[in-house]
């Protein structure tokens, strides 16, 4: 959980999109069985969007069927619902209408950000991450395109006391934390920048 809020909040990488899958009335209960039909379904939208970038997780409903939620790079088209519907409804062997017509969404996030602050509120969320007792080789949680790694603005500052040490980094919302020494600093930039006075 912790990985993934962190990897939701430091990538540099801009979501557009939300696809949300998930099973008919009759589901696997097997996660390998579950995995094949997502990675069947991701392979399909690598080929039809070329080079997307993607952040996927995995729940749990109430009635104990898993669901997958995708982050995407690209943007859906008028018929994109309807391909990601069939598409879904074909892989996962659906023959319920009520399923292809309401089995899968995928829309526009509202806001630049919001697809990181939906994977850390999901990240947050622990009923949705119980197993259920009759689910077996539930496997990997989430995972990501290798872009999606967040990768640190390295850069030096000499810093020749702590009290310097606290001022520059007054704001960051870690900094109560901070309790030895670390050579790498996240989510650091914007305090920094103002107190250096950097655009």
């Not at 399923?99 to 850390?120: I, N, P, S």
């Not at 259920?132 to 030096?156: E, Q």
Request: with cysteine.
């Amino acid at each position: 959980r912790r990985r993934l809020a962190f990897v939701a909040s430091n990538t540099d990488v801009r979501f557009k999109s939300i696809m949300t899958l998930t099973y008919p009335k009759a589901f696997v209960t097997d996660g390998a069985q579950a995995k094949r039909h997502f990675d069947l379904m991701l392979r399909s939208i690598r080929r039809r969007y070329d080079g997307v970038s993607y952040l996927w997780f995995l729940e749990f409903q109430r009635r104990g069927a898993p669901h997958y939620h995708l982050l995407l790079t690209c943007k859906p088209t008028k018929d994109c619902q309807h391909w990601c519907s069939q598409r879904w409804y074909d892989i996962v062997a659906s023959t319920d209408p009520k399923h292809l017509k309401a089995g899968t969404q995928f829309v526009m996030l509202r806001k630049q950000r919001g697809g990181a602050h939906y994977a850390v509120k999901y990240a947050m969320k622990m009923r949705q991450k119980y197993v259920p007792k009759a689910y077996r080789n539930v496997g990997r949680f989430w995972g990501h395109s290798k872009d999606v790694k967040p990768s640190p603005l390295r850069s030096t500052i000499k810093i020749t006391d702590l009290e310097q040490m606290f001022y520059l980094l007054s704001g960051w919302e870690y900094l109560e934390h901070l309790d030895k020494p670390v050579s790498v600093l996240y989510n650091a930039t914007k305090s920094l920048a103002a107190n250096l006075n950097l655009d």
